[in-house]
């Protein structure tokens, strides 16, 4: 059990960074001096962004089924105010392709463009890492997955009443009893429910 929470561990680092790729292919897309050589094929900057979103996009529907597979549901709660999250935190990821298409790339020194954008993309991985919405993964979203941020209902706990980030394959209208839950962190929350 323990190799398996060091593992998922390690999954969680690479979800998160599956996240950020979007980031790479605008930066791979605007600059179409990009290519890599394999075997005497040329992939050009097209193809290999593709290549990118595919394996990202497969990735992180792995790291959700292991985790639909391998973790029971252990929490329940109830909620009083549900909210989508998608509206707020779409628009942080389109100022990250924005800092991306604004690194410049020059082809007489790639090594230096190629480590500013390291830099920065290593600094927006650490700030998400460090946030509540650091399990957001827009290729989620591309399998069904709807992200919440959800209001607990403290009236009959002794804990204040605080809000966590709930991902679900259901559309969640209403507030009710959530009984198929499974803790990810002390904030974010998976819902084990069968899928349609």
């Not at 990009?34 to 193809?47: E, G, V």
């Not at 009443?161 to 959530?178: A, C, Q, R, V």
Request: with cysteine.
């Amino acid at each position: 059990m323990l190799v398996f929470l060091i593992f998922l561990r390690c999954f969680y680092f690479t979800y998160v960074f599956m996240s950020l790729t979007p980031l790479i292919v605008f930066f791979i897309i605007k600059n179409t001096d990009i290519y890599i050589d394999i075997f005497s094929f040329k992939l050009n900057n097209i193809y290999l962004s593709v290549i990118i979103i595919c394996v990202a996009a497969a990735i992180s529907y792995l790291y959700i089924y292991t985790i639909k597979k391998k973790c029971k549901p252990n929490d329940s709660m109830i909620c009083c105010k549900v909210e989508i999250a998608e509206p707020k935190y779409i628009p942080i990821y389109i100022t990250y392709f924005v800092i991306a298409l604004s690194i410049p790339y020059d082809k007489h020194n790639v090594f230096y463009s190629w480590i500013i954008f390291a830099l920065v993309f290593t600094c927006i991985y650490l700030l998400i890492l460090k946030g509540k919405f650091s399990y957001f993964n827009p290729y989620l979203l591309f399998y069904g997955y709807h992200f919440y941020e959800i209001e607990i209902d403290s009236t009959n706990q002794e804990f204040a009443g605080y809000k966590i980030f709930l991902i679900s394959k259901e559309n969640i209208k209403d507030t009710h009893k959530y009984s198929t839950l499974i803790r990810l962190n002390n904030f974010v929350y998976f819902d084990y429910r069968k899928e349609n």
